[in-house]
């Protein structure tokens, strides 16, 4: 993304994975269809790291926080509409085609962004005093930092990115355990399904609640005078310790406790989760900007997948205590982002490197 641009790049990205995914209804075995996920996934990779570089290009500081939040909600409103799409074809005219219509809806899309997308550098529609205004506090506005294209292995020498990486490595596991448990979790309670379906929707409302609240929060503490890396550190404080009720959970049976508690929970993840992704647009020149989300997204990877081996181990390992299978794997999932909170207080500070003008300060 960082070599090729946020317009070609996000193009290719999108291109090849709506293809996939249409591809995937040729599918005839579990093979094949493996093959087409994983082809979908290194496509869909790009996402993240080119949504972060496009609001890198196109917003100033104290906006960056709040448009991040919109495209990181994105995902959330994405996934609760989907089903209603989806399953009417399946139900209708079976799985094939109902692989087919993301496809589609991508190329749709792809054509929109192709006709609206430039950089600020280059977009026909902009005014010079709106251009102005928009490089004057654009990652490319700063000239602090040094420009000299690092690599991965120069990148991976700065605390600050591995700041990055910490902020998401110890954030997207817990809401990828929130996301797919929680339903398991209620049963494991002795909850039915049934009676707790509404529940199961409402820690992704508040999720989406929380990214805006992260982006909006942070974006007037900074019109309020704070320094950036002052508002975005609140924000991170805010989400490490309010990620900490889960852990009250356990002491309960409950459903309304259970779903209030799980909602202020993911409240406060996704206002961390927001300045997570926020982050390498704040500290590092927008031909890195990418590079380093991109890295933050395989720290969060791996740990989603160590996270959900432990997971299924732990639950098998303690069906006999009943209501309380998963009390040790909450106690971890609630204190992992506190953990990640002071890691990132710890590394993203100004040090040498912000001295030598390799990243910028904050």
Known sequence: MDRLGTRRGLTLSVLWYSIVSMATSLASGFYSFATFRFLLGAGESANWPGAVKAVAEWFPKRERALATAFFDSGSSIGGAVAPFIVLPI????????????????????????????????????????????ILADSSDGDRSVDRSDPGWFDLLRLPQTWGVIVARAFTDPVWYFIADWFPIYLVAKGISLKSGLIAIWIPFIAADLGNFFGGAASGYLIRRGWSLGAARKALVVFGGIGVTLLIPTILTVNLTALTVLFALATFCYAAFSTIANVLPSDLFASDSVASVSGLSGTGAGLGTIVAFKLIGYLTDANQSLATHSFDSIIIVAGLVPFVGMILVLLLVRNNRATRQGLVRPI
């Open 90 to 133: 399946y139900f209708r005219w079976g799985w094939r085609p109902a692989f087919v219509l993301p496809g589609v809806l991508g190329l749709v899309w792809l054509f929109i962004w192709r006709k609206s997308y430039r950089r600020p550098e280059e977009h026909p529609r902009l005014s010079a005093e709106e251009r102005e205004m």
